[in-house]
């Protein structure tokens, strides 16, 4: 053999290029390997699907409103979005739980075919825009109830909800008039009213026996306001016999059913395009201290009044002018069948109102 010539690299023998050849074959795929875990968490996760309809889009606005307390809705006089389909108008606003969250409420009453249409396709578009939830869904037959939020949330009380419990909700209710009511809300997701505050210190003035009754009411999800809405709306039956207190100089009577923040509630005579024209009413006066709060607490009572009227009552809302001053007002109705019983809410500037009628 002859020696290799100086600055010369000589040949590698076969075998061992094989081998060089199969280790770096190997490191290749490993460095591959290690570079594409080092650098996943630099690439963000697949979004998800792109809305394709107005209902996506509508449902995308209002659960981003919820993470800023819906201060845009709040602050903007005019309607948010609604969550309606084809053929199914369901019409949305702002409201308050008893505890101040603010809570963006849609409410329609539809046949229950395009209900159960309603219902099926809003559940999909919340499904899919909120894939890390958990919903929680009770159906039984064409009645649906859905909780949703973060794993683990509970299903709030009717007072108002609180840190760890769901935001939203989703319902319907079979009529018995061929109709379902739609309800779905979405309650704000950053309100500091979320926080619980601190249980009160026990009074000494409530008597053992009064406080099963207290507790009872708490159990049952209806606040303080809830309760004495509900006893004047049944007092209607009795012309309100059963809440009168003493009579005024005015043609009025002080009642024993307060609503919070009114200027004053009491019972008087009414008057009215009736066969017979007469009746009684029970009627309460807000005097609030801006149109938007006025309007907050319009849409308060009209939502609590949805919930507690009867499902055959109609409904219908609109702008008219009012009798005494001429001045345009937004009125809410409901009138059960027969026009025997009747309730309206109206809302003028700062001034708010609530009429429960009762005709002879």
């Known amino acids: 053999m002859h020696a290799p010539s100086v600055g010369t690299i000589p040949p590698l023998p076969r075998h061992r290029l094989v081998r060089i050849r199969r280790f770096i074959r190997v490191m290749f795929k490993t460095i591959v390997s290690v570079l594409s875990v080092l650098s996943f968490p630099l690439f963000p996760t697949p979004a998800p699907a792109q809305c394709n309809d107005q209902l996506c889009r509508n449902l995308q606005a209002i659960l981003d409103e919820a993470i800023t307390d819906f201060r845009g809705y709040r602050a ?8 309606s389909i084809e053929g199914t108008a369901v019409p949305c606003q702002m409201s308050l739980w008893a505890n101040n969250v603010p809570m963006y409420i849609c409410y329609a009453k539809v046949p229950t075919p395009d209900s159960q249409k309603w219902y099926a396709r809003t559940l999909q ?3 899919g825009l909120n894939p890390t939830w958990h919903f929680q869904v009770s159906s ?8 949703a939020g973060p794993p683990d949330c509970e299903i709030p009380p009717n007072d108002g909800p609180h840190r760890g419990q769901c935001p939203l909700h989703l319902q319907t209710m079979k009529q018995s008039d061929g109709t379902s009511k739609l309800y779905l809300w979405m309650n704000s997701i950053s309100s500091p009213y979320l926080l619980k505050p601190p249980p009160p210190p026990p009074s000494k003035a ?3 026996a009064a406080a099963p009754a207290a507790t009872q009411g708490t159990a049952a999800g209806c606040d303080d ?9 049944e007092a209607r039956v009795a012309a309100f016999a059963g809440i009168l207190s003493t009579k005024g ?3 009025t009577t002080d009642v024993t059913v307060r609503l919070a923040g ?4 009491s019972v008087k005579e009414a008057y009215g395009p009736k066969p017979n024209g007469f009746g009684t009413q029970f009627v309460c006066y807000w005097r609030e201290t801006s149109g938007s709060a006025a309007e907050t607490r319009f849409r308060d009572l009209v939502s609590r009044l949805q919930i507690l009227i009867p499902s055959n009552w109609s409904t219908r809302q609109g702008t008219e002018l009012d009798d005494s001053t001429g001045a345009e007002i937004t009125a809410w109705y409901a009138i059960e069948p027969g026009s025997k019983h009747d309730v309206r809410v109206y809302v003028s500037v700062e001034s708010v109102g609530l009429h429960v009628t009762t005709w002879n």
């Open 206 to 208: 409530v008597s053992s």
């Open 225 to 233: 306001f809830c309760q004495n809405l509900k006893k004047a709306f």
């Open 125 to 127: 578009t919340l499904q």
């Open 140 to 147: 039984s037959g064409e009645d649906h109830y859905v909780d």
């Open 76 to 83: 903007n006089k005019t309607s948010g979005p609604d969550v």
């Open 262 to 265: 009114a200027k004053k509630c």
């Open 249 to 251: 100089n005015d043609g």
